[in-house]
């Protein structure tokens, strides 16, 4: 078996703030709430919530039970393990725990004197992830980020804690008030027995004021009111709206050439609607710049174009662009939608250097709207289309009423563009070590 034994490296603890102590506390013998079969933690990001909740739940299946299987739940086991597990295990080791990991199998041991137990971890991303816990009997779970879950997934992990004396332990960031988290559980708390603890940013003692003020600055709208101020409130109106012409539209001879670090084409390809080629970089101080762009509408030129007819679009758009970039297009990387088969497979044709774009609708958009809002987002006043479009896309209200977040698909080609272009080429190593740095 893949087994990883980990050693210390040492985990300096700081005091923990009333809130984080309740979290931490709530089972223990002397609490009023210890008969309590849920705890939910939701609010700001960097609040110190994900990481005491994660810490408790491995101290209470520690202590209360031995040989037996626990289960641990994020959007993907890779997220989960990036934000959760690799903190948490430095906390364990300098608590005098030691851990052995099964990477192929995803599951971690604990394990404490003649005490072990095991920890499974799963993704829950969709609908289909429900089958991957059904057969398991837990003595509790974890979910992490439970909003990014279906209500499904939620269901038959809970359903697998048959356990006497099993509990739940969720945290998140707050969604829309229509949200089966906030509806079926928040809403519904005391008839499930559980309790509700809710946290702002001056709960994690280890966010300076520094920090604090740099989160406050990145964000404005629904992801404000979220993030910062941890309501669950509706994603309705512009979703940048953050986005200032006077501040982020620029001249092509104001673009810091000199700095770029990296270009590429991100393009939208569509059949029916829109297709959008837009010539981006990124600079070393990382803030990116969309400096071109091509934009045809089969229905507004009452005309389509095949994928050969774009291929050699594209040909033309990047070699007309080669004394910018210094690139021919053979050279230059193109990212794509990858559900566009047809499209990739005639670039490839053409020598073209294709990728597939990471495209994550709310991700991308929480990664564009966060680069706009510390001034790391730019749009040179050629680009007419980025420009109309970026102030115009709107939150979809009928989907709100769902409980999903959602842009309305109308005029928004340049938008998936760009958060292509932008959300592939995020710098997730400087980001997670960040997070880490603000105890994530």
Known sequence: MALRKYETKG???????KKQ??????????????DKDIIIADGAIRSGKTIILTLSF?????????????????????????????PLKQMLISLGYEIQENISLSYIEIFKGSVVNKFWIFGGKDEASQDLVQGSTFCSVLFDEVVLMPESFYNQATGRCSVEDSKIFINCNPGSPYHWVYTELIQKLSEKNGIYLHFDM?????????????????????????????????ADGLIYDMFVSERHVIKLEDVPFNKVRKWWVACDYGTGNATVFLLQCKTYDGKFFTVKEYYYDGHTEESQKTDLDYSEDMKEFITLHTKITGLNYKQIEILIDPAAASFRL????FRMKVRNAQNSVLDGIRTVAT?????????????????????????????QLKGIDAPKEVDDHTCDGFRYGVYTNRDKDNIRNAAMRVGI
């Open 58 to 86: 491995i101290l209470y299946v520690m202590s209360h039970f031995n040989q037996m299987d626990a289960g641990m739940c994020g959007k993907t086991i890779g997220a989960f393990k990036r934000n959760v597990l690799s």
């Open 202 to 234: 001056d709960d994690n003692p280890s966010l300076s004021t520094k920090i604090k003020d740099r989160y406050k600055r990145n964000y404005s709208g629904v992801f404000y009111k979220r993030f910062i101020l941890g309501q669950w409130c509706l």
């Open 371 to 399: 680069m706009i809002g510390s001034d790391r987002f730019y749009v040179v006043d050629e680009c007419k289309n980025t420009i109309k479009q970026i102030s115009t896309y709107s939150w979809d209200e009928k989907a």
């Open 11 to 17: 985990f300096e603890f700081k005091p923990f703030s």
């Open 21 to 34: 102590l309740k979290v931490l506390t709530f089972w223990a013998d002397n609490s009023p709430v210890k």
């Open 346 to 349: 005639q670039l490839r044709r």
